[in-house]
């Protein structure tokens, strides 16, 4: 069913239940997993600095891959990551999707609605909306 299969994740606990949720269903399938998290670039005006700035964003990133491949570890499920910077991830995200010639991407959402949702935003609702391809999301 699907081959190939994207996880995204942001290293936070409810990201996390996706990428759980996603490498069970890639070992269910024998897909091939790339799982991805998007870092943001250095903001025009910031008090860090960009080495600073970078140091941060690259460390918050391979905390999160890891806790992917220790998960992906504990199923025997093989997986190769992705880190890219963006303003959107949910552009990254679908970008990625197609470049990978991904046949799903799976990921986490609070489920916010309303008012909420419009003042926080939702990148899931975003890949939801742009993707071509099947978006599974978890709650």
Known sequence: M?????????????????????LALA??????VKVITV??????????????????QTKHADAALDA????????????????TTQHSPAEAIVETA???????IVMAS??????????LGSQTAEVVHYSTIPVLVVR
Request: contains cysteine.
């Open 2 to 22: 699907y081959k190939h299969i994207l996880i995204s994740t942001d290293g936070s606990e409810l990201a996390q239940k996706g990428v759980d949720h996603g």
């Open 98 to 104: 197609k470049e990978l010639s991904c046949d799903l």
């Open 39 to 56: 870092t943001e670039p250095y903001p025009l005006q910031s008090a860090a600095t960009r080495a600073s700035w970078t140091e941060a």
């Open 110 to 119: 609070h489920g916010r609605r309303g008012v909420s949702r419009l003042l």
């Open 68 to 83: 992917a491949r220790n998960a992906a570890a504990k199923l025997d499920v093989k997986i190769d990551v992705v880190q």
């Open 27 to 32: 070992k269910n399938l024998g897909s091939t």
